[in-house]
């Protein structure tokens, strides 16, 4: 089904580029061709204008016409096509680079040396152009979450690393492999959807916007709301701030002095301060000590343990994770540009955190 649609939606755009060329029996063949795909209500309507503009217009004629005439009629056509649609040339041929392009680089248009001042000052220009509430051409929304994705993950150090690391391997795929803005999208996904990133640059609307609204917490409100609110508030949240601040200042003064005094029990890793090498009674847990631990500690050696097997616990609850997503990306590329060479990589990279952790569950 998902097939169906893609190709309708394919035929639509063929349609649409031919109403501006004043091809209409072309057109025609398109648009049915796409209701018969996949039905949809732009190519119902599409369909009904052009025949409204066929039967008005009388059967067309087969014989060559001058050619002032026949720019006469072209350009007339183009006037009365562009009527039938809310987007002009410009937008949709922004749309077809965009899904062109195969990486986030080629999509912002920045090199890979760019900076992030470079790559949201491109950003900032394309999503303006594509955004769907003023980018009404097929496919803006698909181009607008592409440019979205490609600014979130080329400004995050750690994404922009891990995207770059498979380079060599987008280059050597490219000639056996079809790339689209498309398949970007849902691959190396950010965190943040594309209209919330958009909203973190402009505020949740078009420059000059009245209805600009914000997130603030759980809920979204209007800008101009949000700006009374905080007016409102400021004075009473002032004074409470001040009469707390020394307060704030003692307790800052007491967390400070104990970091400063106090020193830790034990260590989860060997070293010349920690040598000394005990085991947890419940789970086993290796951890190190004072040479004089015996004879300094005075608290619960219970309590201690039980302190010892959570940090344990949650560092290899933390491994395991990074383990398990650096072997799921590889797997995702893998599948994504049919390689199964990386996918049998993938497969046998091991995950030791996980298997110890396993272990640990089982013991307890």
């Avoid at 349609?15 to 209701?35: H, M, N």
């Avoid at 997503?325 to 049998?344: I, P």
Wanted: overall charge positive.
């Amino acid at each position: 089904m998902d097939s169906n649609k893609d190709e309708a939606e394919r035929c639509l755009e063929l349609a649409e580029q031919c109403i501006l060329e004043g091809k209409r029996d072309k057109a025609e063949r398109f648009l049915l061709k796409s209701e018969k795909l996949y039905s949809t209500a732009k190519a119902r309507d599409l369909l009904e204008s052009l025949q409204r503009l066929k039967s008005s217009s009388g059967p067309s004629t087969k014989q060559e016409e001058p050619t002032t005439r026949r720019r006469s009629q072209s350009n007339s056509r183009k006037e009365k096509a562009s009527e039938t649609m809310d987007y002009t040339s410009d937008q949709l041929e922004a749309v077809k680079r965009i899904k062109k392009c195969k990486d986030y680089y080629e999509i912002l248009g920045v090199s890979k040396e760019a900076t992030d001042s470079d790559i949201k000052k491109a950003y900032k220009k394309l999503a303006l152009h594509l955004h769907p509430d003023k980018n009404k051409a097929p496919g803006a929304a698909e181009a607008f979450k592409a440019v979205g994705n490609a600014v979130a993950i080329l400004t995050d150090v750690e994404k922009r690393k891990q995207y770059d690391m498979y380079g060599n391997d987008e280059e050597r795929l490219r000639h056996t492999h079809s790339h689209s803005a498309e398949s970007y999208t849902r691959g190396f996904e950010s965190d943040v959807t594309a209209e919330e990133f958009f909203n973190m640059f402009f505020g949740g609307a078009f420059p000059g916007s009245a209805n600009v609204y914000v997130r603030r917490g759980n809920q979204w409100r209007r800008a101009d709301q949000q700006h009374q609110q905080q007016h409102r508030e400021q004075p009473t949240n002032y004074g409470v701030l001040m009469q707390m601040l020394p307060v704030l200042i003692l307790i800052a003064l007491s967390m400070m002095s104990s970091l400063l005094v106090s020193d830790p029990v034990y260590s989860l890793t060997q070293n010349s301060k920690f040598p000394v090498v005990r085991k947890t009674i419940v789970l086993g847990v290796p951890y190190y000590v004072k040479e004089n631990f015996h004879s300094t500690y005075q608290g619960s050696i219970r309590r201690l343990e039980v302190s010892v097997e959570e940090e344990y616990i949650s560092n290899l609850r933390n491994a395991c994770y990074r383990e398990k997503t650096y072997r799921e990306s590889l797997v995702w590329r893998a599948r994504n540009f049919g390689d199964n060479n990386l996918y049998a990589k993938a497969q046998g990279i091991k995950t030791p955190s996980c298997d110890a952790l396993q272990e640990l569950n089982a013991r307890a």
